[in-house]
């Protein structure tokens, strides 16, 4: 049975296997920064491209305002416990459409891999190169940045949203065409990842994403939400088209 989660005036109904995920989510503990600015940024007519989509958090609350929603999600576990949820809210789910795929800067099939176990909302397609043999891996279908951009109507209000554990650092130049299309975008950067699969140092972690910021400058505000020279694990970024 579905359960009812009431949060900021408005209800979802869940059907996953993330329980205390929603007691965080309906207590305001889990990203309340990022639910605040989708609600600030959507508009009735703008489409919302979630880019990990994980169970649907984000998505479910894009669609209360959103009139299209795009989600990106390649786990197959998250993915069908996603679209448990989206059968427990119609409504909301009338104007989702999913794309069991995950975004990779080449058409060709990609491999992937959870930290703890599928759809613990960290799974990565770094991880997969990692010599963790008792921790499964699984081949999934990309979808390019230009494909996702070519699902767009040329005058369509966008606003985007990235959290792919790790996944961010390689499309960072193919992604841009697809970034200059939207209104605003927020990304997150999972540096402990990045390191753990990369071999970077933090330094490099942080160097990298000064780049990209300081390519996007002349269109976008950028606002880093945090500290990008703490120890932190993650760093978002918010852009702003000017």
Same mark, same amino acid.
């Given at each position: ?7 900021k ?11 205390t995920?929603?007691? %965080? ?20 007519d ?19 305002t ?38 990779y800067? %080449? ?47 040329p ?16 499309l ?34 942080i ?23 703490t ?8 852009f702003?088209?000017?």
């Open positions: 049975m579905a359960r009812q989660i009431d949060y005036n408005r209800t979802l109904f869940i059907d996953d296997a993330q329980p995920f929603w007691d %965080k989510f309906c207590k305001g503990l889990w990203e309340p920064e990022t639910l605040s600015l989708i609600d600030d940024l959507l508009a009735p703008t489409t919302f491209i979630d880019i990990g989509a994980w169970v649907g958090p984000t998505s479910l609350w894009a669609s209360f959103a009139k299209r929603v795009i989600a990106l999600e390649a786990d197959p576990v998250a993915l069908s416990q996603f679209r448990s949820n989206l059968l427990a809210n119609p409504t909301l789910a009338d104007h989702i459409e999913v794309i069991a795929k995950a975004l800067p %080449k058409n060709e099939p990609v491999f992937m891999r959870a930290n703890r176990k599928p759809g613990d909302s960290m799974s990565s397609i770094l991880l997969a190169s990692q010599p963790q043999p008792e921790k499964p891996v699984w081949q999934v279908q990309p979808i390019t940045p230009s494909e996702v951009l070519a699902l767009m109507e005058d369509e209000d966008i606003i985007l949203k990235m959290d792919i554990e790790g996944g961010e650092y390689s960072l130049s193919e992604i841009v065409p697809l970034l200059l299309q939207t209104r605003a975008f927020l990304i997150s950067f999972h540096r402990q990842v990045a390191e753990q699969t990369l071999g970077w140092t933090r330094q490099k972690s160097e990298v994403e000064e780049q990209f910021m300081k390519n996007l400058q002349p269109t976008f505000t950028v606002t880093p939400i945090g500290d990008k020279h120890n932190s694990s993650t760093f978002e970024v918010l702003v088209r000017k």
